[in-house]
């Protein structure tokens, strides 16, 4: 990666631990370099705080974080989905993050293209999450073709009118313009504690609301702009599955085999996680059962002591639930290795006797 790095002007910092790697990752996006920081679960715990000055600071971040087996050192070689919660809601206070997750070894390629533009597009921590069996996996893609659009627009240096305000943000997105160190008319005095449009410390409440505003109205207004996700199977049906990251393959293939034998089964696949697109719950009331099949954990209803009341479901049916009011089931396997498409098979076919 060091060597890919030089090849086109950029530089690998080995940094002597977490805190210090995203740190020194924020300092760089604010100088206006593009800049990620790369880490697994244990190593994301650990720069939580860092990433709540970027988001309070509004300085653009991708962070990758590589999921594996946990909680503590866990089983540091194997797979897992249990950060997601994390990623989403990990820091202290609010602080919106985008997260979107790779499916394969093509798209966390195209993935990181798309977490740079929306981090330099909207001044905001973008996080993409893969796993350990992404991460040392093999897949074959057409070489891409590069173009100028992956970089996107050169930072804009010229000088800014007198009196700019840093966080001039927009009453609709809530978005503003990125000031850059040295960029004439833009001195201010950058900070992590609660701030006024000029970027000065304030303890005011309603000048404190208007920030948390503007950083959440940022999601709202990259949500506006995705797409639905593309539907595997018939468009309506008896069950409707629901994956995210490396599941993909197992998933599509198992609801192909149960297809084949007349079933309406269908998927889908959640790239963003946070926000979510437009239109999934038009495409979830379209079928008399939602599930979700994950590699973190959720509580069977089959163990004596669990029942509706205490159960605890999986990171992405949790997140559905709460956003969508719709009442969607999951189903895991958490050991530390990827769902196999016959195990995928076996828990629709028993889905499918619920209907």
């Not at 293209?113 to 973008?126: G, Q």
């Not at 992404?134 to 240096?157: C, H, I, Y």
């Not at 040295?182 to 920030?211: E, F, K, W």
Request: with cysteine; hydrophobic share 40%; glycine share 10%.
């Amino acid at each position: 990666l060091s060597e890919a790095f030089q090849k086109v002007g950029g530089t690998v910092h080995q940094a002597e631990d977490e805190i210090a790697a995203v740190n020194f990752a924020i300092g760089s996006s604010y100088a206006g370099k593009c800049a990620i920081t790369i880490t697994s679960g244990p190593g994301y715990s650990l720069k939580q705080e860092a990433l709540g000055l970027a988001v309070m600071a509004e300085i653009p971040l991708v962070v990758v974080n590589v999921q594996r087996g946990g909680p503590s050192t866990g089983q540091p070689t194997k797979m897992e989905q249990g950060d997601l919660l994390a990623t989403c809601f990990g820091s202290h206070g609010d602080a919106p993050k985008v997260v979107l997750a790779a499916s394969d070894i093509e798209e966390c390629f195209y993935s990181m293209i798309t977490a740079r533009k929306i981090a330099e597009s909207f001044n905001m921590v973008v996080v993409v999450l893969t796993d350990a069996n992404l991460a040392t996996a093999q897949q074959p893609f057409p070489r891409p073709e590069f173009s100028d659009s992956w970089l996107g627009p050169p930072v804009d240096q010229s000088a800014l009118p007198e009196g700019s305000k840093p966080y001039d943000w927009d009453a609709r997105t809530g978005l503003a313009q990125r000031f850059i160190p040295g960029q004439a008319g833009g001195t201010h005095c950058l900070t992590g504690l609660a701030h006024d449009r000029m970027s000065r410390v304030a303890y005011d409440p309603d000048i404190n609301q208007d920030g948390i505003r503007a950083r959440s109205l940022k999601l709202a207004a990259l949500q506006k702009t995705l797409r639905p996700p593309t539907v595997h199977g018939p468009k309506e049906g008896d069950l409707l599955v629901i994956g995210w990251g490396s599941t993909r393959g197992g998933i599509e293939e198992a609801v192909d085999r149960v297809g084949a034998t007349g079933h309406k089964v269908a998927s889908i696949h959640l790239r963003f996680l946070q926000p979510m697109a437009s239109g999934l719950k038009e495409i979830m009331n379209r079928y008399k059962k939602v599930m979700t099949i994950e590699v973190s954990w959720c509580d069977d209803l089959a163990d004596e002591i669990i029942d509706n009341d205490n159960r605890r479901y999986s990171n992405l049916a949790l997140l559905l639930r709460a956003r969508f009011l719709i009442d969607i089931d999951c189903w895991c396997e958490v050991k530390g290795q990827p769902i196999k498409p016959g195990t995928i098979e076996r828990t629709i076919l028993n889905k499918l006797q619920e209907v």
